[in-house]
C-alpha cells in the first residue's frame, strides 16, 4: 500500500510516499528555519504563508522522487492537530482538495502519532508490544503508553512548557541561535555539565514541568554575571563570554536528559510489563539523550524533527487498525483544537 504523508503543523512544509508503513520511497522536507532564524522563533502568519508557497511543488516532488503516479496512491494522509492553526489549515485545505481531484481516500493523522511511528520506519527490528513512547518535541513532552498498533493512552505529560520549548527559552537567553536544541547540543559538546546546578522540578506521578529549569537557567546567569534579577533576559547574552555559554548549555541539556530519564524510569516501574521504549519528536535527535537511553529505540536523526514519512507510517497502521476514511467534503479534517492521543 502506497500513502502519500502530508505534514505542515510548524515551519516545515513535507510530504513523502511510503510503502506498507515502514519502505520510504520519497521524503521532502523544506524547511523554514532560515527565515526564522533571524526572528528567534516561528512567526505563525509567515510560516502558513510560506507552507502555501511550496506545498505543492513539495507534493509533486514527493511523487516524482518515489517514481509514482497519482494512479498508485492508495490514500493520502494529512496531520491534522496539533499545531500552528494557520499552518495545519494549508496541509489539511491540500489534502482534501487532492483526495477530491484524484478520488483518493483520505486521513486525517495526529501529529504526536505520527512521531511515535517514525521508529517503525528507521529501525529493522520489530518493537516489541507493549511500548511505552517518549515524545519530545517542541510543543510537548508525553509519556504514552502503547499497548498495541494504534492504541495509546497519556501517562504522562508537562504541567508547562514543553522540553523543546525550554532549549529554545533558554538558547535565547545564552545568544544561541534558533532552533535552541541543536545549538545548544553543539555549544555544548567537550564543555563543563557540571560547573552549573539547576533543581529537578519536584512534580508528582509522571508529568513533567520545564518552565522552572528555564527560570533557573536564568537566575543562575544573572548570579554568574552578578547582575540584579531584574536584569532583562534579551541582555544577559551581551555579557556573557563564550566559555560561560558553552557550560550553560552544556549544565542545562545535562539536567533536561536527566529529567526525562528519570520520568522515564518511573514509567517502566509503573508498568512492569512493557517490552520497548521509543522515543519520539524532535528533541529525539539529542545525542545525549541517546546515549543515556542506550536501550531505547530512537528514529534516525534525520526522521526525528517533523516529516512526511511518519505521517504516511501511522496513517498505514491506523488503517490496519480498522480507521476510516473521513469525507474530504465534510469539515473534520480542519484542525481541531483537541490534543489528545
Ligand atoms: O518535533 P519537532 O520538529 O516539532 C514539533 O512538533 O514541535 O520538534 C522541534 C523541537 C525544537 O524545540 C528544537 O529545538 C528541538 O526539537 N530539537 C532538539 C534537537 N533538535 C531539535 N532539541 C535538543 N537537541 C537536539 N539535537
Ligand atoms: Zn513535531
Not at 61 to 85: F, N, Q, R, Y
Amino acid at each position: 500500500m502506497l500513502i502519500l504523508g502530508i505534514e505542515t503543523s510548524c515551519d516545515e512544509t513535507a510530504a513523502a510516499v511510503v510503502r506498507d508503513g515502514r519502505e520510504i520511497l520519497s521524503n521532502v522536507v523544506v524547511s523554514q528555519i532560515d527565515i526564522f532564524a533571524e526572528y528567534g522563533g516561528v512567526i505563525p502568519e509567515v510560516a502558513a504563508r510560506s507552507h502555501l508557497e511550496v506545498m505543492l511543488p513539495v507534493i509533486d516532488k514527493a511523487l516524482s522522487d518515489a517514481s509514482c503516479t497519482w494512479e498508485e496512491i492508495d490514500a493520502i494522509a494529512v496531520t491534522h492537530a496539533p499545531g500552528l492553526l494557520g499552518s495545519l489549515l494549508i496541509g489539511t485545505l491540500t489534502a482534501r482538495t487532492l483526495a477530491i481531484l484524484h478520488s483518493k481516500p483520505l486521513y486525517a493523522v495526529h501529529h504526536l502519532k505520527s512521531h511515535v511511528y517514525a521508529n517503525w520506519l528507521s529501525s529493522d527490528v520489530e518493537i516489541a508490544f507493549p511500548v511505552l513512547a517518549l515524545v519530545v518535541s517542541g510543543g510537548h513532552t508525553q509519556i504514552l503508553h502503547m499497548p498495541a498498533h494504534n492504541q495509546f493512552e497519556i501517562v504522562g505529560t508537562t504541567r508547562d512548557d514543553a522540553v523543546g520549548e525550554c532549549f529554545d527559552k533558554v538558547a535565547k537567553i545564552l545568544g544561541l541561535p534558533y532552533p535552541g536544541g541543536p545549538s545548544i547540543a553543539n555549544a555544548a559538546i567537550g564543555h563543563n555539565a557540571d560547573k552549573y546546578k539547576f533543581p529537578h522540578p519536584k512534580v508528582e506521578g509522571l508529568d513533567f514541568s520545564f518552565s522552572g529549569l528555564k527560570t533557573a537557567v536564568l537566575r543562575s546567569v544573572q548570579q554568574e554575571l552578578g547582575l540584579p534579577i531584574s536584569h532583562p533576559s534579551h541582555d544577559l547574552k551581551n555579557h556573557l563570554n563564550p566559555e560561560q555559554v558553552a557550560d550553560f548549555a552544556a549544565s542545562f541539556q545535562k539536567t533536561a536528559v536527566e529529567i526525562l530519564c528519570e520520568k522515564l524510569a518511573l514509567a517502566q516501574i509503573q508498568y512492569p510489563e512493557v517490552k520497548s521504549v521509543a522515543v519520539a519528536g524532535g528533541v529525539s535527535a539529542n545525542q545525549e539523550l541517546r546515549i543515556a537511553l542506550p536501550n531505547a529505540h530512537f528514529p534516525s536523526p534525520a526522521l526525528s524533527g517533523d516529516n512526511g514519512a511518519m505521517v504516511a507510517a501511522a496513517c498505514y497502521y491506523e488503517i490496519k487498525s480498522g480507521v476510516k476514511p473521513i469525507d474530504p467534503y465534510s469539515l473534520n479534517i480542519y484542525p481541531r483544537v483537541s490534543i489528545e492521543a
